[in-house]
């Protein structure tokens, strides 16, 4: 009798212990929330779904680790949008609490990134963009403490064309910069590029236009193809779609050796513009950026398939970013302490990005470089040409 009641005993512990350990797990209080803004195609398109599905498989590698993220599991929220592309991000329901450790951002819409960015800045919970190339998160020539971009800025292209003209021409090859000074961006940026260029040891020569003279480009065209008898070089259009497309115009009419160089995104309305050159952060990812692999390891470890591999891939990346910062904090981490974070995802070191590996600036609150693709337009395409790295740039509001 003496025995069965000792097994009864043992047994009801053993129950007891279990019914601890499974309201353990399941506490709220054990779970990080992570709230996630999807594309402006919504959550049933197909980056909606590879985000999804990359999160979802995060969140498997969380809870399945021996420490979690410091110490917890996390949650991915999925927050709903009304699938219309002209939705306000003042209208989404963000609700925050004491478990709420970050936002992250995957419209990749500058308009939307922006509202967002306003709604965010100051705040104590971290805004992360899975974009942000045409986003400023700087004031007053500092980042705002709590926005963070996994692109550069658009300056990045400025260092690009200038690591690439160093590659392949000699310091005497003569590389014009056509620019008008109406329009802030593209006089910030041509001056940038001079600067970049002049301390690399080229004569940099500026062309100041005026965009709304359409007979300017012309003359522009020519008195650059007949400087000094220089019957071949480069301009670097930072002119706008119709500027640099009107510059090509004069130059296929006057058959000049000389070769134009574009300072904007690689659009579909330049595809017939044979010979222009472009350099961007994210054109070619699919093709050149190794997410192949990443597709390959979702499904060889949890039988999970992706369609959009860069989408699901800067998923991850963010992922890999907001574990990073919370790795740098003494383990285990009882209550998040935000301003710690905030300060540990600026210097973030190796995340890996698909075959880069990115490290977080604290100036940026941008990656500290990335991987440029060089691409030319041929046969109505854009062919990858050369990549080159290029160094993100403090921001400069003017000269």
């Known amino acids: 009798m003496r025995k069965i009641f000792a097994v009864f005993v043992i047994f009801l512990c053993f129950i007891n212990h279990n019914s601890a350990f499974c309201a353990q797990s399941q506490n709220h209080d054990w779970v990080w929330n992570v709230l996630v803004i999807p594309p402006l195609s919504g959550w049933d398109s197909e980056p909606g779904k590879s985000i999804s599905t990359a999160l979802a498989w995060c969140e498997k590698e969380i809870s399945e680790s021996s420490s979690g993220i410091g110490g917890h599991d996390v949650k991915f929220v999925l927050v709903p949008l009304s699938g219309s592309e002209d939705i306000s991000m003042r209208d989404i329901n963000l609700t925050f609490d004491d478990h709420t450790i970050a936002v992250m951002s995957f419209t990749r819409s500058p308009e939307a990134d922006r509202i967002l960015v306003l709604r965010m800045a100051g ?51 003569r590389i014009a910069l056509a620019a008008s000074r109406f329009t802030v ?50 301009v670097i259009s930072f002119m706008g779609s119709m500027g640099a497309r009107e510059i090509w115009r004069n130059f296929m009419r006057i058959r000049t050796a000389w070769r134009l160089w574009n300072c904007a995104e690689p659009e579909k309305i330049y595809l017939s513009c044979r010979g222009m050159i472009f350099a961007d952060q994210n054109v070619k990812l699919e093709k050149l950026g190794g997410f192949i692999e990443t597709k390959r390891q979702l499904w060889r470890t949890r039988a999970m398939q ?83 790295t290029a160094a993100g740039l403090p921001y400069v509001p003017g000269y």
């Open 123 to 173: 705040g104590e919970i971290p805004l992360i963009l899975a974009g942000g190339e045409n986003v400023l998160i700087d004031y007053n020539g500092r980042p705002i403490r709590n926005i963070f971009a996994l692109d550069l800025y658009r300056d990045y292209r400025c260092p690009a064309f200038v690591q690439y003209a160093k590659e392949i021409y000699g310091r005497d090859k």
């Open 306 to 388: 992706v369609d959009d591999i860069v989408s699901a891939g800067r998923a991850i990346t963010l992922y890999e970013w907001l574990k990073g910062a919370v790795d740098l904090m003494p383990q285990p981490v009882d209550k998040m302490p935000r301003i710690e974070l905030l300060r540990n995802l600026s210097r973030v070191q190796n995340i890996p990005f698909g075959n880069q590996v990115l490290n977080i600036s604290p100036a940026l609150h941008r990656p500290s470089a990335r991987n440029v693709c060089i691409v030319e337009v041929r046969n109505r395409e854009f062919q990858d040409i050369d990549v080159v």
């Open 185 to 234: 961006n593209q006089e910030r940026e041509a001056k940038i590029c001079y600067n970049l260029l002049d301390k690399a040891g080229f004569m940099p020569m500026p062309y100041w236009t005026d965009s709304s003279v359409r007979d300017s480009y012309a003359m522009m065209s020519e008195e650059i193809e007949s400087f000094e008898g220089e019957k071949s070089g480069v």
